[in-house]
């Protein structure tokens, strides 16, 4: 993929009127995470606004490919081979180029690679689980991967994640990094997620639900997933560290 560098140009505020109540006792951890007083905006500080300086010829050859990236030479993870691409659009639909898109995500069976996981399911040799890449001149992104398997967590008796994979979408300065969370369609466990469900609205869920792209799905290879971010404006994306107005 060709790398863009990345767009300029003045900060907007965000809105918050959109965002779902910091405050969602379905969510167990909100309660202890969630502000006691009313949030203040700050003006952005020169190096808020000024850096990260990541190089954007940093990225590797496999950056975005997890099937590999972390696989012994001649190996790949396990799991169900899938292709996840989109495009980082701003409010008028046009693609924004240059913005760095990480994930991260379990394996194929619900397990993160990380010590502090304690999930019984098997960890993958062969899987890391993070990768990026930077979007180029159309604001387009991809990146191949494993499907990765639903996982419980410590909430309520009984509360599973749906799949999913984790993103952060970094702009051109540290005030500009989202957080959000792509789902996969038909997935029923989307819709008793106590995560998910700390957004009231319905359309706003959607969005984070990417669909099965047959058109991008390469055959006896991998089925593709679809996943556009939008940035600001009415379609906008969910993001997760809006509303601790970070
Ligand atoms: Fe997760």
């Known amino acids: 993929m060709k790398n863009a560098l990345p767009e300029t140009g003045g900060f907007f505020a965000r809105d918050r009127a959109m965002h779902p109540p910091a405050l969602t006792p379905g969510y167990k951890t909100s309660v202890l995470r969630s502000p006691q007083r009313a949030l203040i905006s700050l003006e952005g500080t020169k190096s808020e606004v000024t850096g990260p300086v990541f190089g954007h010829n940093m990225i590797n050859e496999f950056d975005n490919d997890l099937i590999v990236n972390y696989a012994k030479p001649g190996e790949m993870a396990i799991g169900q081979r899938i292709l996840v691409h989109g495009r980082v ?19 194929a069976g619900g397990r993160y690679r990380h010590k502090k996981e304690t999930y019984l399911a098997a960890l993958d040799p062969n899987f890391g689980g993070f990768g990026r890449c930077v979007t180029d001149e159309n604001g387009y992104y991809w990146f191949r991967t494993i499907k990765p398997g639903p996982y419980p967590w410590p909430n309520g008796v009984n509360d ?22 792509m789902y996969f369609e038909g997935d029923p466990l989307i819709w008793i997620c106590p995560i998910v469900k700390t957004i009231p609205d319905e359309e706003a869920i959607k969005r984070l639900v990417a669909p099965l792209d047959m058109n991008n799905t390469i055959p006896m290879d991998m089925r593709a997933y679809k996943f556009d ?18």
């Open 89 to 107: 659009l701003d409010e008028r639909g046009v693609g924004v180029a240059g913005a760095l898109v990480e994930f991260w995500q379990a394996n």
């Open 160 to 181: 599973w994640r749906p799949a999913h994979i984790h993103f952060s979408i970094f702009g051109h300065g540290f005030a500009q990094r989202l957080i959000t969370q």
């Open 229 to 246: 971010i939008v940035l600001r404006g009415r379609r906008s994306t969910f993001f997760e560290n809006r509303k601790e107005g970070n």
